[in-house]
C-alpha cells in the first residue's frame, strides 16, 4: 500500500548517543519534511527537502542532521541526543511544496 | 516572522452543535492555509486548504473561511458528533512557498 512509514515507533536513548529515524514514502513525492511536536509549542519544522540531494533548515535545526540521496528516504540523525530533542517526531511528504503534506504516525523519542 | 495563531487551546460543545475554531496569522497574507485533524498517537491528516482569493470552502459537514482583512481563517464544524473530537491544526505556507508553518492546535471535545 502506498503511504509513509516512519521506523522505529518509539526509541529510548541516552545522552550523548547518536540515533538515527527513518522515513520512507511510496509516493515519489518531491517534498518531504521533518517536524517535531511538544506541548506547548505544537509542531516546529525541522528541515526538509525539495528532491535528492536538496535539503533547507526549517526553525529549529541545531542538534539534527539530514540526508536525501533517495527520493523516497529521508532519514533524520541526531548526533549526541540531549534531554531537550525528547520530543514526538514527524515525517511528512508532499507532491509540492504548496501542496497538503501526508504525515506518517510518528516516532516517540526519549531521551534520558 | 511569520507566526499563525490559534488562539482556544480547547473547545468543549454538545453534539449536535456548530463548532468554530479560530486561526490568526500575522505579517503577510499566505497564498493559502490549510486546516488539519490530529487524532491521539497519529499523523495530522489534512483536511482543507483555502486560497488567499476565496472567501469560503466547504466539504460535507466543514466550512473554512479566509478574511485577509482581519487576518484570520475559521474553521467550523456543523451538527458536530462525538466522532470529531480531536486536535485540529491551521498551517500557513511560508515566504518562500516550501514549507509549512503550524499553529499549536485546537482540542475539540464533542460530547453526547
Known amino acids: 500500500d502506498a503511504g509513509i512509514t516512519q521506523s522505529p515507533r518509539y526509541k529510548i536513548t541516552e545522552t550523548g548517543r547518536q540515533v538515527t529515524l527513518m522515513c520512507h514514502q511510496t509516493?515519489?513525492?518531491?517534498?518531504m519534511f521533518w517536524y517535531r511536536q511538544d506541548l506547548g509549542h505544537g509542531l516546529r519544522l525541522i528541515y526538509y527537502s525539495a528532491a535528492a540531494d536538496i535539503t533547507d533548515k526549517g526553525e529549529v535545526p541545531d542538534g539534527y542532521v539530514v540526508s536525501r540521496s533517495k527520493t523516497e528516504n529521508f532519514p533524520l540523525t541526531l548526533e549526541s541526543a540531549t534531554r531537550s530533542q525528547t520530543s514526538v517526531y514527524f515525517c511528512?511528504?508532499?507532491?509540492?511544496?504548496?501542496?497538503?503534506?501526508?504525515f506518517g504516525n510518528g516516532t516517540r523519542l526519549t531521551v534520558t | 516572522s511569520q507566526k499563525i495563531e490559534q488562539n482556544s487551546e480547547a473547545l468543549n460543545i454538545q453534539e449536535g452543535k456548530t463548532a468554530t475554531l479560530t486561526c490568526n496569522y500575522t505579517?503577510?497574507?499566505?497564498?493559502?492555509l490549510q486546516w488539519y485533524r490530529q487524532d491521539p498517537g497519529r499523523g495530522p491528516v489534512f483536511l482543507l486548504l483555502i486560497r488567499e482569493n476565496e472567501k469560503e470552502k466547504r466539504k460535507e459537514r466543514l466550512k473554512v473561511t479566509f478574511d485577509t482583512t482581519l487576518k484570520q481563517s475559521l474553521f467550523h464544524i456543523t451538527a458536530s458528533q462525538p466522532a470529531d473530537s480531536a486536535t485540529y491544526l491551521c498551517a500557513r505556507v511560508n515566504q518562500a512557498g516550501t514549507a509549512l508553518i503550524f499553529g499549536k492546535g485546537t482540542t475539540l471535545s464533542v460530547s453526547s
Open positions: 511528512a511528504s508532499s507532491e509540492s511544496g504548496d501542496s497538503p503534506l501526508h
Open positions: 505579517n503577510y497574507s499566505p497564498a493559502y
Open positions: 509516493w515519489s513525492h518531491s517534498y
